[in-house]
């Protein structure tokens, strides 16, 4: 068997690169952007709110969440506190991807951790598993793609969404579920024989806690601890 | 195209709990060197989190039991494996999405 090191192949560190890279992700922003629009429509925010939302919130599940309150005429207080446990799990993405960027500068670590989202934290890790490097201008090819994507979807979403058909009867809901499942499995690729069969036990393990703590928790805090969990029973079963 | 600064205040302050939680470990790694064990640690995240996102999407907590959100345990069967397959993530995108069109005008 080639060794995993001999594998891997390490392309150039380019901002062009980054852009190809966000494409295939980007049937997801736009069809969840276009939704957050016409979620913010109807739930009585102004365009100008949901273009505000999509550029200084930037997160699909604590927006739609955001607008739910906002209708039920949630204190303010709730909504902070809520919007911050939603997007909590971001803490670990970065915590994930941040020790691959420390030779670059602060400034652009706080702009490669500002624009960190589930989908472009999907993207830098499966790289990284296949090359084990991470390049500043890849990431900024990708992070920005895919932060303007989804404002001038949201905000379309907002301006058109009266006209647009129910995206639910299109399939482009699941759109988002599609690529966490391509994602998985192109990170399970690389592996090797040995760590496969550890991570699928693993994806057993998250299983059955998601399961559980979903009897408790609403689904956001379930996945945020059943991978705390799960991260630490591979760390003590590994060899 | 209005706001007030009542609203805009509210979106400052969901911006401020997004944000922080992002930027802090950029910040946390520059100064701070993080013991072996935190980084073998944070090698099973990526896994742990795309997985349990995909579980989430798969169960329906709304009941007294939690139970599959049927529907797209349908669709995510097909597009495991277009995803072990093709390893390519615009196909499986595709592929999910038309299982889901095809599934939706089915049911």
Same mark, same amino acid.
């Given at each position: ?13 380019? $901002? ?12 997801? +922003? ?5 939704? =957050? ?32 309150? +906002? ?12 919007? $911050? ?113 550890? +991570? ?24 945020? $601890? ?14 | ?16 709990? &997004? ?23 944070? &090698? ?62 089915? =049911?």
């Amino acid at each position: 068997m080639v060794s995993q090191t001999e594998m891997k192949t390490v392309t150039t560190d380019s $901002f062009s690169q980054g852009i190809r890279d966000c494409i295939p992700t980007l049937l997801g +922003y736009i069809s969840i952007g276009l939704a =957050f629009g016409v979620i913010g429509i109807t739930s009585n925010l102004s365009i100008l709110e949901i273009f505000l939302l999509s550029v200084f919130v930037y997160a699909g599940s604590a927006q739609f969440i955001f607008c739910g309150l +906002y209708v039920a005429g949630a204190p303010v207080s709730i909504i902070i506190i809520t919007t $911050f446990i939603v997007n909590l799990r971001h803490f670990l993405m970065s915590l994930t991807v941040a020790p691959h960027l420390t030779r670059y500068s602060s400034l652009r670590n706080i702009g490669f951790g500002s624009l960190l989202t589930d989908e472009t934290f999907g993207v830098a890790v499966t790289k990284l598993m296949k090359e084990n490097h991470l390049g500043g201008r890849w990431m900024d090819g990708l992070n920005l793609t895919a932060y303007l994507s989804w404002i001038a979807a949201c905000t379309l979403g907002g301006i058109v969404g009266k006209w647009i058909p129910d995206a639910e009867s299109w399939g482009l809901d699941f759109a988002l579920v599609a690529m966490f499942v391509a994602l998985l499995v192109l990170n399970l690729v690389d592996v090797g024989k040995s760590k496969l069969m550890h +991570y699928l036990k693993l994806i057993g393990c998250v299983a059955v806690c998601m399961y559980i703590l979903s009897y408790f928790l609403p689904g956001h805090l379930a996945v945020l $601890f059943s991978t705390i969990i799960v991260a630490t029973i591979g760390v003590v079963t590994e060899k | 195209m209005t706001t007030n600064l009542a609203m805009f205040l509210i979106i400052l302050g969901c911006a401020v709990v &997004t944000w922080l939680p992002r930027v802090i470990p950029f910040m946390l790694v520059r100064s701070v060197q993080l013991p072996d064990v935190v980084l073998r640690w944070l &090698t099973y995240i990526p896994v742990c989190i795309l997985s349990a996102l995909v579980i989430e999407s798969l169960l329906n907590a709304e009941g007294k039991f939690v139970t599959f959100e049927w529907l797209n345990l349908m669709a995510f069967i097909p597009t495991v494996f277009v995803a072990i397959f093709t390893k390519s993530l615009s196909q499986t995108v595709i592929a999910g999405v038309l299982t889901m069109a095809v599934l939706r005008n089915l =049911f």
